[in-house]
């Protein structure tokens, strides 16, 4: 497990003051990174082998968004590592430690130098701290796409999405996705699935629709529909 500390900024807030939602998903991430910090034998593995850690699937789900000022913290730790695909838990606590964000994700252990998934050895995995899965709500890891979405204009890929693995960071998905919901919609809860990498030069040509429950799902793709990533929204 690992823990990371912080404020809540002038930054990372709306016009109401409270935390933004790719603020969080910033936060998150960083903790997970860091993770590997913690994880030093893990972390030599990696390296050796130039491999990184991409974000598969996440569901995410808001208890309560903390506000300007509070000072909150940050623990993920990973409850199940098999073959190409590790399994987290990322937590936002207050300063009661009472969760505020609760999460859970799939990620893949990616060959830079190839693209493709990595099948970690069982002496590798082995040696990961394993803690126990936290207790929330856990929907199914794949989205639903509706039958009929209606198409919205494309957005361009920027400069400033772009990460150190050098394609879209996953919180400007969401941003991108967030920016397509009706005014006033507030997301308390998403799923997301990322697909394939955009990098910078590509466009989004979203798409949106209803699925049964009343949630939205916003599909971010090529100009032939291939999805980079897919989200479920629920209010």
Known sequence: MYRMDCRIGAS?????????????????????MFWMESEPAFMGFMRENNLGMFLTTRQLDVVRMPSYGENVHVQTSIYACKGFMGYRNTVMYDEKNTPCILSWSTGSFVSFETGRMT????????????????????????????????????????????????????ARYLEAALELLPDGYQAKRFRAEYKKPAVFGDFFYPQMGNLPDNSLCVMLGDKVGSPYAIFEFSG
């Open 12 to 32: 990372k807030t709306d016009t109401n003051g409270a935390l933004k939602l790719p603020a969080v998903v910033d936060m998150l991430q960083d903790c997970s």
């Open 119 to 170: 099948r970690l050895p069982k002496e590798v995995s082995d040696i990961i701290t394993l803690d126990p899965r936290v207790e929330m709500e856990y929907l199914d890891k794949r989205v639903p796409v509706p039958l009929h979405l209606s198409s919205l204009p494309p957005v361009s890929v920027r400069k400033s999405d772009i990460d150190l693995y050098h394609h879209v960071n996953n």
